[in-house]
């Protein structure tokens, strides 16, 4: 009983530290396709980030049990990127079919962002430093959670600072991504602020 | 070696599992049933729903023309839904504007059909069809122009403005592994119904009139869908000044046998560039035209007349020849057809000389 309390405990706090301190995109800078051309209104910034928090949630606990269950039994650890991909690929597909059907209203704020991040780096990043770092099954859910959750928040706070861009002058040259790439190393300094809180 | 089998076996079948896990999800969930589909408040199409209007329409010989194929990137498949399609998405909004919008226009790619709907087309697309076709005549025009004449068999015949173009299907030959559309105007008497005209020119390595100069023979079949376009003849009587180079000549034919055929008298200055006289053609058509049509002149403009030759016409680029004869356009109409370049230089001609924009007419060919 101990044993799970204390899983739980070390899930919260990887939880935290993926959405702080350990921000998968403003540390690793994965997931900056979307991260730049999708960031210029807040609406639909939130609309990825949250199709992102639900992606790497699920995909993350479906590859730790496919590793586990079928990739470390049958010694076939080192396919695991192949089989990470297909299994983000499909689960994207499958899950962009049933909302579609099912819940029109869904699918209009998150499901048409669904196709955009089947390909994004930081799913599969995600899923790949889970099996690096040997997380259990509960911290691995509480590092998807959390890596998607620091994946919202950094494209959030990029949307909001790009609309407040919209009314000042940019250099000609900076326009669009030369602006947001200075400002998302910025945002990642900013960031480094947060190490040391967990220790 | 047995290790191998055994893990490209069990690789594959964990892919297969997840591909019959989709198949059977868009078997059983991603069916929408029968839908309907009103178009213009007037044809129905009865249809399986799930899928974009886009293809839909595609399958149901409607082609909406579209550049990227349907991934939302291009927004050029725009179509006025006027029921059923649900709000507007995040996809679309960076494609329409404001007035699009509260207008209903939508992008057909990213429109699914779950329902029944109503959209609005312009009729012209009704008439846009995939058209097989006989290469019946290839005729020399200049050095690196050609005229092909293509006989139509299935459906037989056509029915376009003149001044609209096609697009010809090009298929995989020897030294291209690809299957490409290439726009080309349409340069026949609209009224000869059962054959299209087009004026080629050489690009050096293009893909399409490489085919077309090498490898097309008369006798072959050719595809092509259309017609397409809005460039056309406006329905004022103004004086017009139309100016073209190379194949841009094509549309001007066109519309000229379309103004024989309806006996407009209109005023029109027809300016050709070349670079050498050796770039001119059709000198005996255009002279026909001139003497069946009250109001028409052709102005051949050479570049570079070679010395020794004695070429008596105008000289220099098109534009000059446009300054030199005309001060005051505020009354013309502008029609053009040619390189972008060209237009560029000919839209700041015209509207120096007075000439109101929205009264400049082109079609660009990159």
Redesign the interface.
Known sequence: MNNIGSEVWLAMVTCFAAVFTNNILLTTFLGMCPFTSVSREV??AA?LGGAVVFVMTFTTVLNWLAYKY?LIP?E?EF?RF??FI??IA?FV??VE??I??YS?KLY?SLG??LPLITVNCAILGASLFMVIRQYSFIVTIGYGFGSGVGWFLAILAMAGIRQRLNESRVPEGLRGPGITLIIAGLMALAFIGFTGVLN | MAAFIV?IL??SS??AA??A??VL??KY??N?GPCKITVNGEKELNIQGGKPLLTVLRDEKIFIPSACGGRGTCGVCKVKVLDGA??V???ETPFLTKEEQADNVRLSC?V?V?NDIAIEIPDELFNVRQYESVCAGIEELTYDMKRFSFELKNPPSIKFVAGQYVQLFCPKYKGSNEEVYRAYSIASDPNANNRVDLIIRRVPNGICTTWCFDHLKEGDPVKMNGPYGDFRLSQSDAPMIFIAGGSGMAPFVSILHYMQNTHNNRKVKYFFGGNTPKDLCLDSQMKEFEESLEGFEFVPVVANPPEGENWTGETGLVTEAVQRQFKDLSGHEGYLCGSPGMIDASIKVFTALGMPEEKIYYDKFA
């Open positions: 609406k639909t609309g079928v049958l076939l396919f192949i089989l297909i299994i499909a597909q499958f079919m049933v579609d059907r029109p209009q048409i962002f | 893990t069990i690789i964990i892919s997840l591909a896990l989709l999800c868009e969930v991603v929408y649900g709000p998405l995040a996809t990213q699914k779950r």
